[in-house]
């Protein structure tokens, strides 16, 4: 009887380990996906789909929106979005943080451009956790840190 209680105390505390890092890396992804999503839109030229992929404050800040226009504009091209690199500051974090991600993308036809992504995260890993997008930088040169 002592041996299936640890056996299901055990299980309880593996499920409970595997949810929490399901949803942490679960976040992971989400903020790489929302990444992409706004860079393909920049190489789309669609500047309502960069904003939309912003949150909500960028409309209401004049400079974060005069960046995105002349993203779309300048930016835009022809090719498939391949990120090169990505260093997030909010990588792996446990709770609520933000920073800027540095990405360094590419396409088929265009020599690799390196942008600064602000990232916002709040919540907690256990009561979960949102990602959103703050801003997008200028392209930055190269070796350039966000």
């Known amino acids: 009887m002592r041996r299936w209680i640890l056996v299901a105390v055990a299980l309880v505390l593996f499920v409970a380990i595997a949810v929490v890092l399901g949803r942490w890396?679960?976040?992971?992804n989400d903020e790489r996906d929302q990444v992409t999503r706004l860079l393909r839109a920049q190489l789309a030229g669609d500047e309502e789909a960069m904003l939309a992929a912003l949150d909500e404050s960028c409309r209401h800040r004049p400079a974060c929106v005069g960046t995105v226009r002349?993203?779309?504009e300048r930016l835009r091209g022809p090719g498939e979005l391949e990120i090169v690199a990505y260093d997030s500051s909010t990588a792996y974090?446990?709770?609520s943080g933000s920073g800027p991600t540095r990405v360094v993308w590419k396409t088929a036809d265009r020599l690799t451009t390196v942008q600064c992504?602000?990232?916002?995260?709040d919540g907690s890993i256990l009561a979960g956790t949102s990602v959103s997008l703050t801003g997008l930088s200028a392209p930055i040169e190269r070796e350039g840190a966000c």
Do not use: K, P, S
Request: without cysteine.
């Open 93 to 95: 974090a446990i709770g």
């Open 117 to 121: 992504v602000g990232v916002e995260r």
């Open 25 to 28: 890396l679960t976040v992971e």
């Open 70 to 72: 002349a993203n779309a």
